[in-house]
């Protein structure tokens, strides 16, 4: 049984858009070119260091330790394509070349399951920290928000920008919302009933909530020994929720097919494949059995184009998790599109039948 597509940005074989140069600044603009990433550059820790900054760990009750570990419990790391096992964990929640920029942090209110504050959660160890809003007004760092001035729960989702700059440098922007994204689907997905409130960044009432500086104000974050991070998404918890048991373990198992996979698998011969292929300098597109592109016109407004980034990330991290739960579609997202026909390909995925093989894994 087909999956069915919710409506989103352009499908692949629309209408080219108007020509012309991009309105984006040239910074942003870049992540359009056909221009190759420069090598790599030290990425930063893979977890922001908050116990430098004074944050200590607390008990999880056990509510919120099933969805913080549905989001990240490693089970293993990814394996090479000859099968040798890497250091990277292998995560519920995919991320663009396994750089995992993403971090998860508690915002909680007097009503919460936990003393009111703010929490970061490390998903190398494990742990949930309290951070000190003594030593964070010391720091200059204290903002409205915290304590009793929010009621209920917020989980805030950031990234950590040098993690996926260090690898893909001028094509990274678009991957903090891809893989926000993902992660905030996930949380979607995992979460029963679903979130109360959703709300998208960045921006002031963010950085509020969660307390933070700007991530350009470097030296701020410098100062307390961590790395800077930018507020993107925001989860209202309900006042009553759990995490399925099926859906935590669809997650779990979920792997992107290998990409030796796809190249096994009969070509596609679909023109959009074929430009989907080329565009995105990944031949392996071309053994996928179905593909789903989003694409947005090359001169579309930075107002419009962030809507469209998390419209088309989250749609397509909602079919690949579903498809986990189904066991009928394995999904593997593909970035890195440069434009082309006057459009420019912000996401697409590309599938194969059947169950997850536990066996195979890859970086995504």
Known sequence: MPLS?????????????????????????????AQVPGPPVPPGPRANPW??????????????????????????????????????????????????????????????????????????KGVLLRRDAARERDAGWD??????????????????????????????WPLWIADTAYALAAVEFLCAPGPAAVHLGPGPWLRELLGVPRACEHGRW????????????AVELPGTWSVPADRRDALAARRSPAIGEFEAAERNRDPRSARAAKESGQAWV?????????????GTPAAALAPALWRA???AAGLC????????????????????????????????????????????
């Open 5 to 33: 597509f919710p409506q989103g940005p352009a499908p692949y074989d629309a209408e080219p858009g108007p020509a012309g140069p991009s309105p984006l600044p040239p910074a942003l603009a870049r992540a359009f070119s």
């Open 51 to 124: 116990h430098r900054a004074g944050a200590d760990p607390v008990a999880v009750p056990e509510r919120e330790r099933a969805l913080l570990d549905g989001l990240w419990l490693s089970r293993g790391h990814h394996r090479l394509a000859d099968g040798t096992a890497t250091r990277v964990p292998r995560r519920p929640v995919p991320s663009a070349g396994a750089a995992y920029p993403v971090h998860t942090h508690l915002v909680v209110g007097a009503d919460g399951p936990l003393e009111a504050g703010r929490y970061a959660f490390d998903m190398e």
């Open 143 to 172: 903002a409205p928000g915290s304590g009793t001035a929010v009621r209920g729960t917020h989980l805030v989702l950031t990234v950590q920008p040098g993690r996926s700059f260090g690898r893909y440098r001028h094509r990274a």
């Open 222 to 233: 410098l100062a307390r020994g961590l790395a800077p991070e930018i507020a993107l998404a």
């Open 286 to 298: 071309l053994g996928a059995h179905r593909l789903k592109t989003w694409s947005v016109a090359v």
């Open 313 to 315: 990330h989250r749609q």
């Open 321 to 364: 998790y579903a498809g986990a739960l189904s066991q009928r579609w394995r999904c593997r997202p593909v970035s890195g599109f440069t434009a082309a026909r006057g459009r420019w390909t912000v996401h697409a995925l590309a599938m194969l039948p059947g169950a997850h093989h536990l066996d195979k894994e890859s970086a995504a």
